[in-house]
């Protein structure tokens, strides 16, 4: 059972950055392929990015691509997001998760999921 925590949440103003950071309880490297979502209110969750096991392969949706990277530390079994020029339109919480197959961009093939954290993005 791999526990997930995210962290650095927060409320910004439009056109700013934030970083998150997701912490699992257990070595990841390697065997997880670890996925961003976000879920705003009263809209289905997406995938915002993915990174495979060993680093090497970013997935990113159309709507963060260039602006949003994702990276992992696997010596820390942490991975981040990089947020950067934030929009209104990214006010969401958002999750990790860990997938013992490659990245996939289906929500319900992930195998454990963090609580959230919110992320606000104020005009």
């Known amino acids: 059972q791999v526990q997930l925590v995210e962290s650095g949440g927060g409320l910004v103003q439009a056109g700013g950055s934030l970083r998150l950071s997701c912490a699992a309880s257990?070595?990841?490297?390697?065997?997880?392929?670890m996925g961003w979502f976000r879920q705003a209110p009263g809209k289905e969750r997406e995938r915002v990015a993915c990174?495979?096991?060993?680093?090497?392969?970013?997935y990113y949706a159309d709507s963060v691509k260039g602006r949003f990277t994702i990276s992992r530390d696997n010596a820390k079994n942490t991975v981040y997001l990089q947020m950067l020029s934030l929009k209104l339109e990214d006010t969401a919480v958002y999750s990790c998760?860990?997938?013992?197959?490659?990245?996939?961009?289906?929500?319900?093939?992930?195998?454990?999921w963090g609580q959230g954290t919110q992320v606000t993005v104020s005009s």
């Open positions: 998760a860990a997938r013992s197959l490659p990245c996939s961009s289906s929500t319900n093939r992930y195998d454990y």
């Open positions: 990174i495979s096991g060993s680093g090497d392969r970013t």
């Open positions: 257990e070595r990841t490297s390697s065997r997880y392929a």
